[in-house]
């Protein structure tokens, strides 16, 4: 069964970074799209972004402009979401996902992880 894990999340003060890391447990999904969400407390989960099996990428939420990276390494099979100048709007559980349905901001993935929780303090 293809598993995806999250790690990396923690505590950081406001401007600080972190890396999130999502493995993969299949190479199959390495023909599919994989993506980064989050949700805070009290709102809707959100897109942050997502990147193409071809090595393009997009961001979904307006606030991680030039502040976010998202990457792959095929060979590990691993998911990246590096986390610059972090805000404390930031805070949420992040979550990685993958799937045939993933493409854009509004795709539906089938696969998700457990989560990852990013807290940012003032």
């Known amino acids: 069964q293809v598993q995806l894990v999250e790690s990396g999340g923690g505590s950081v003060q406001a401007g600080g970074s972190l890396r999130l890391a999502c493995t993969v447990s299949?190479?199959?999904?390495?023909?599919?799209?994989m993506g980064w969400f989050r949700q805070a407390p009290g709102k809707e989960r959100e897109t942050v972004a997502v990147?193409?099996?071809?090595?393009?990428?997009?961001y979904c939420a307006d606030s991680v402009y030039g502040r976010f990276t998202i990457s792959r390494d095929n060979a590990l099979n691993i998911l990246y979401l590096q986390m610059n100048e972090l805000e404390p709007e930031d805070t949420a559980t992040y979550y990685c996902?993958?799937?045939?349905?993933?493409?854009?901001?509004?795709?539906?993935?089938?696969?998700w992880g457990q989560g990852t929780q990013v807290t940012v303090s003032s």
């Open positions: 299949a190479s199959d999904y390495r023909t599919y799209s």
């Open positions: 990147l193409y099996p071809g090595g393009g990428s997009v």
């Open positions: 996902a993958s799937g045939p349905r993933l493409y854009g901001c509004h795709g539906a993935p089938d696969l």
